[in-house]
């Protein structure tokens, strides 16, 4: 089970990166977590359009939804090439044209029920941001992953961190210009997720454009040992 950073950035990228978009493979099962603007063209170059099983979006904010219509042209050009995608139920305009793309079988989330795509079993824990929001936890059995989407620092968390291995987290502010006005965590809050999952791994993601990658590293490395910060283009054991 391994994940690969399409993008990390977020509201929009820094120059040649790309915004939330992670890629999930398995042995033979391979599902797209986000499709921020940008992540096409690398999750061309990490797999065949014919290899995807399945999307999840974890809210549908532009920074995580601009490439799946992109997507849905490149599905449409594989003859009966239809895939489920999973996202939230909302009142967002932007819901009935996702809607309208033939290339998807939409699927609405509901937090407490269980689904399965091949070798994955995952579940959607609501999260608090300023549109309908989850955050998702799948496995293969063996290893987990948990993938906040973007949030504040709320209870509901916690259970979805909870027997994680690996857990991508909204780092978006550092913690001295972070307040409770904004829409995500802090890079502190999101690495101190790793106390409720009993040894995973946190990788900070959802990258303030206004950040260098040094200034996030420093940040992360005031609080955490093992917490990291994602790095686009790149390939983890989950």
Excluded: W
């Amino acid at each position: 089970m391994k994940i690969t950073v399409l993008g990390k950035y977020g509201p929009f990228p820094r120059a040649n990166g790309a915004t939330s978009g992670y890629l999930l493979k398995g042995e033979k099962t391979n599902a797209v977590i986000d499709m921020g603007s940008g992540t096409l063209s690398r999750l061309l170059n990490a797999i065949s359009i014919k290899d995807l099983n399945f999307v999840i979006l974890s809210h549908l904010h532009f920074d995580h939804i601009s490439d799946i219509f992109p997507l849905s042209y490149a599905l449409n050009f594989q003859k009966n090439k239809k895939v489920n995608l999973y996202l939230p139920n909302c009142d967002l305009p932007v819901l009935e044209v996702i809607k309208g793309l033939n290339a998807f079988n939409i699927i609405f989330v509901e937090e407490g029920k269980v689904y399965n795509e091949g070798e994955f079993t995952f579940s959607f824990y609501e999260v608090k941001h300023p549109v309908k929001a989850y955050g998702v936890k799948i496995t293969n059995g063996t290893r987990t992953l948990a993938y906040t989407g973007d949030s504040v620092y709320v209870e509901n968390l916690k259970n979805l961190v909870d027997g994680a291995n690996l857990i991508i987290a909204d780092g978006a502010f550092l913690k001295e210009v972070h307040n409770d006005k904004l829409p995500h965590m802090s890079i502190a809050q999101a690495v101190s997720l790793e106390r409720f999952s009993k040894g995973a791994k946190v990788m900070v993601s959802h990258i303030n454009y206004a950040y260098t990658d040094e200034e996030v590293i420093k940040e992360i490395k005031m609080h955490s040992k093992s917490a990291f910060i994602a790095k686009e283009n790149t390939e983890y054991n989950v």
